[in-house]
């Protein structure tokens, strides 16, 4: 019972109005005895003012000689201290112009002009006046109750008599005691008898309560007992029945859930269910996970996905019926090309959409690569095959009978088809580990040795730009595990392009060393460099920085793409670093064969 909302929902309510009750009747039992206290205190003041108007007159004559105006204020001023004496209260005696003439609080000289105190102003246009405030000379809230007072000589002045509002206030402390304690035990003894007789008829709807959510947990329970012959009783041998009918039914769906579950968390397909209104009624892991999409069932599709393709198509699928096959791509955190089918549930009405996604965004990269390799091709091999038609063709117009220029034709045939051969080795090289065809014979590779053999072959074409190729090896011997001629042709493509690149009188310098159990191969050159802004992609395929001067030097552009594809493929890494204008540092990362 003290888990029941429902007896706190009827017990907080009753408390409430009970509280209610009473803080209204001790509100307006205090208002009206402060009401009350303040027109007696007003009454007193009024009549304490009365008094003494009819003993003032004779002392505010306004034309006594000037030699007793002195004698008359003195004779007021004990009459209002007698008097204020006798009745604990304050009285002022004002002349018409705000003069105080007479005061029992303090002396008359001392005090300001009293003109503008709103009980005199009020008590100028209507005989009597009457505030509360905080008083300027005693620093206390009082009530004031001032008369008008016409004299003789057809002037006015003021009678003020004031009291203490604390006085007021105290007994007003003393009377909320009495209500308050009566009001806390009114709220004591509401609260007991309402808790016992609320609890007696809440208890059996708390235990029905228990029940239903054991059996909506899937739980099983005891049956209720409630001895009642009342409705509840009979609301209780209805459920008992239910109870066991449900029991059976929970278990078959409960097995028939599991089994859906598992099929569609196994599947590589993004599912989602959507009801007629556009709410998503279940999604499995994959769509949520091409879609960015949290785990959130019953609120709006367009919400959850931010996605109006899938929004659309939805929304479509809902009003025609027909089946809709649209592909857009996804805008979450990951990109993604998907397809997308919608088919509409049967019912009528439709309850609503399932929507199956499929991600094709491998097979859309692989079709873009596809389409940039054939252009790069056509564009790679387009150069050399148009310089051996165009000196074919000068050989064929007399260039043949040209003694002097006709071997020089000949060679730059020779030239060209050579740069065409090489092309396509080295696409069908890339091609071949780009797609885990390339037999690799991973052994332990001795490094000395095929930086010695790459460096001869590199020799000539050093020795013809005066290129010095230095080797600084460490002093110990390092082997790497790696194919020995994968390693090999890494190092050839890193050393022809520090050579190529490098100018005359130029030098290169081929370093290697152990860090962390990875061999550090170094080729470093004194070469023209690369800008930053060509860094990132220098080793993709075909991608040159200057183009022209790369033919010129008879690259083909597919070399670095090569050195990096080998390296992965020997679980290493390459990297760069490089100043434009000084030179660059290629680093090979390989793995160290164990002792």
Known sequence: MWSSRLFWKIFAVYIGLSLALATGVLYVVNASQRYELKHQTEQRLYETAIILRSHIRDCLIGDAPAGDLSDQQAQLQSLVQRLADQTQLRITIVDSSGVVQA???????????????PELIEAADETMGTATRLSPTLRVEMLYVALKTELDDGSHAFVRVAARMDAISERMANTRRYLLTFTLLFGLLTTVITYLLIGRIIHPLALLTRNVQ????GKSQELARVHSSDEVGTLSAAFNQMQSELATRFGQLRERNEQLSTVLGNLLEGIIAVDANENVVMANDASRRMLSMPEAVGRPLLELTRCRPLHDAVRKCLSTGATVKTEFVSEGAVRRDLALRATRLPGYPSPGV?????DISELRRL??????FVANVSHELKTPLASIKAYAETLRNGAIRDEENNLIFVNRIEEQAERLHQLIVDMLHIARVEAGEEAFDITQVAVQNVVDASVRMSAQSAKQKNIRLLVEPPPERVVVVADENGLRTVLDNLLSNAVKYTPEDGKVTVRWSVEDQQCILEVQDTGIGIAPEHQKRIFERFYRVDEA??????????????????????????ELQSVWGEGTTFRVSLPVAAD
């Open 103 to 117: 005061d029992s609080e303090r002396s008359p000289r001392l005090m300001l002009d009293h003109g503008n105190r």
């Open 354 to 358: 399932l929507v199956v996604l499929h």
């Open 367 to 372: 079709e873009s690569l596809r389409h940039q």
């Open 549 to 574: 001067r790369s033919r010129d030097l008879g690259g083909t552009g597919l070399g670095l793409s090569i050195v990096k594809h080998l390296c992965l493929s020997f679980n290493g890494s390459v």
């Open 214 to 217: 054991a059996i909506s947990d």
